[in-house]
C-alpha cells in the first residue's frame, strides 16, 4: 500500500491528499510488523538457546539480530506514534504537524542515518560468523565483538528522542567557547562517533582474524567485507554531515551515506545467503560465478553513494530532481549515481537467478561444507524437521569445533 501511494503521488509532500493518508496508515501498519517481528527476535535469543549456551557462548550472528531487534523495539514506538499523529493531522486538515510537507520533517528521520545502521546490526554478526569460518579459525578477541555490536546499537538513542545532533564549532580559534564545543562535541560523539567506532571495531577484528591463518578466498567473505566496508563508508561520511560548517545539511548528501549504508548491508545479506544457503538447501552456490558479482556489487555502492556525496559538497539540494543548478559537472554526478543503481539491481537479479540455479540444481554440499565451528554445521545439508534427535550441551562459542576435536582426539569415542 505504501508503493502504490507513493506511485500515485502519495508519499511525503505528494499532492494526492487520499493517498497521502494511505502512505501514513501503511506505514504505521508497517512499523506494527517490522515491532511484532523484532519483538519474536528478542524473545527467540532470549529463551531458545540451546543447554549450556549462555549469550556469550550464542553465535555472533545470534547476538547482533538481538542488539538490533531489541533497538527497534525501542525505536519503533516512536516512529508508530509520530506517523499516527501525522495521519490525524493530515487527515483532519489541523496542520499542526505542517500537513503532506511536515511527513519528512517529523518521521524522515527513519530513512536516514543513524536510523539505518539499526536496520544494518544482525548483518554485523553474519560477519563476525563468516570471517572466522573462512579462516578456519576462531574470531580474534570474541569478547570485544560483543562490544563492537553494542557500540554500533547505540545509534537508537538518535531515534527514540528524535535528536538530530551536529556539530557547531564556533570560534575563529581552536580554544574559543571551548565549554560550548565541549558540550556539543560529547554528544556528538556519543550519537555519532560512537558507532562508527562500532563498525570499525568489527572490520579491526575480521582483520585480526584473517591475520592469524590462510582465509579460504570464496563467496561468502568476499560479499560480506566488501559489504562491510560500504557500511563503514556511509557511516564515516555521515559524521561530516553533522559538522555545520561542512554546510551539508539539506543537501544530497545525506542521500549517498543512506545508499552506502543500504547497499552495503543488502551485500552482507548475499554473502550470509552464500553462506548458510547450501545447510539450507543442500547446494552450493560457485565461487566462481558469485565472487564477480560480489566485486561488480562493491562498485554499484562506491558508484551510487560517492556521487552524490560530491554534489553534495557542490550544494545541490535534497528532494529535488530538477530547477537547480551549482558549478561542476551535476549532469556527471547524478548519471553516476543512476549508473550505480542500474548496476546493484543487475547484481541483484543476476544474484537471485544465481542462487535460484544453485540451489535447485548445483552441486551438492556435504553436511559441514565451510568445515563450520557451530551447531547448525552439525547436522544434514538440508537438516531435517526435528534438527537434532537430542539437544547438544554447549560448553563454548565453538561446540561443533570442540566435538569434531574431541573426536579426533578419541575422547569422543
Known amino acids: 500500500m505504501a508503493i502504490a501511494a507513493i506511485i500515485g503521488n502519495g508519499g511525503p509532500g505528494g499532492g494526492e491528499s487520499d493517498l497521502v493518508d494511505l502512505y501514513l496508515a501503511s506505514s504505521v501498519l508497517l512499523g506494527l510488523g517490522v515491532l511484532l517481528a523484532a519483538i519474536s527476535i528478542v524473545v527467540s535469543v532470549l529463551t531458545n538457546r540451546a543447554p549450556g549456551m549462555g549469550i556469550l557462548r550464542a553465535p555472533l550472528f545470534a547476538w547482533s539480530s538481538f542488539v538490533g531487534a531489541l533497538a527497534l523495539v525501542l525505536a519503533m514506538p516512536v516512529l508508530i506514534g509520530t506517523t499516527i499523529y501525522l495521519y490525524i493531522d493530515h487527515r483532519y486538515a489541523r496542520l499542526g504537524f505542517g500537513g503532506n510537507f511536515g511527513v519528512n520533517r517529523w518521521i524522515g528521520w527513519a530513512l536516514s542515518q543513524p536510523f539505518t545502521y539499526l536496520l544494518a546490526i544482525p548483518a554485523l554478526g553474519i560477519v563476525l560468523d563468516v570471517v572466522p569460518t573462512m579462516n578456519r579459525s ?43 564545543k565541549i558540550a556539543d562535541l560529547l554528544p556528538f560523539l556519543l550519537l555519532t562517533g560512537l558507532p562508527v567506532l562500532g563498525l570499525l571495531g568489527v572490520l579491526g577484528l575480521s582483520l585480526l582474524t584473517l591475520k592469524s591463518a590462510q582465509p579460504r578466498v570464496a563467496a561468502p567473505l568476499a560479499f560480506v567485507l566488501l559489504g562491510l566496508l560500504g557500511i563503514l563508508e556511509g557511516a564515516a561520511a555521515h559524521i561530516l554531515s553533522g559538522i555545520e560548517d561542512a554546510g551539508l545539511s539539506g543537501t544530497i548528501f545525506e542521500a549517498g551515506t543512506y545508499i552506502a549504508v543500504t547497499f552495503g548491508t543488502v551485500m552482507i545479506a548475499f554473502g550470509g545467503i552464500c553462506y548458510w544457503g547450501p545447510k ?111 539437544l547438544a550441551v554447549v560448553g563454548s562459542s565453538s561446540p ?10 578419541g575422547k569422543g569415542a
Open 280 to 390: 539450507l538447501w543442500g547446494r552450493n552456490i560457485p565461487d566462481k560465478a558469485a565472487i564477480p558479482l560480489a566485486l561488480l556489487g562493491f562498485v554499484a555502492t562506491l558508484l551510487g553513494s560517492l556521487p552524490y556525496m560530491v554534489a553534495g559538497f557542490a550544494d545541490q539540494p535534497s528532494g529535488l530532481v530538477n530547477g537547480f543548478a551549482y558549478s561542476g559537472p551535476q549532469d556527471l554526478w547524478n548519471i553516476a549515481t543512476c549508473g550505480g543503481f542500474a548496476l546493484m539491481l543487475l547484481v541483484t537479479v543476476a544474484f537471485i537467478a544465481l542462487a535460484l540455479k544453485s540451489f535447485t540444481s548445483g552441486t551438492t554440499a556435504g553436511d559441514d561444507p565451510w568445515d563450520g565451528s557451530t551447531l547448525e554445521w552439525a547436522t544434514t545439508s538440508p537438516p531435517p524437521v526435528e534438527n537434532f534427535a537430542a
Open 400 to 409: 561443533f569445533a570442540d566435538m569434531k576435536s574431541s573426536t579426533s582426539t
Open 138 to 180: 576462531r574470531l580474534a578477541q570474541r569478547p570485544a565483538a560483543f562490544v563492537a555490536v553494542g557500540l554500533v546499537g547505540i545509534s537508537v538513542l538518535s531515534a527514540v528522542t528524535q535528536t538530530t545532533v551536529t556539530l557547531p564549532w564556533e570560534g575563529a580559534k581552536f580554544l574559543d567557547n571551548a565549554g560550548d
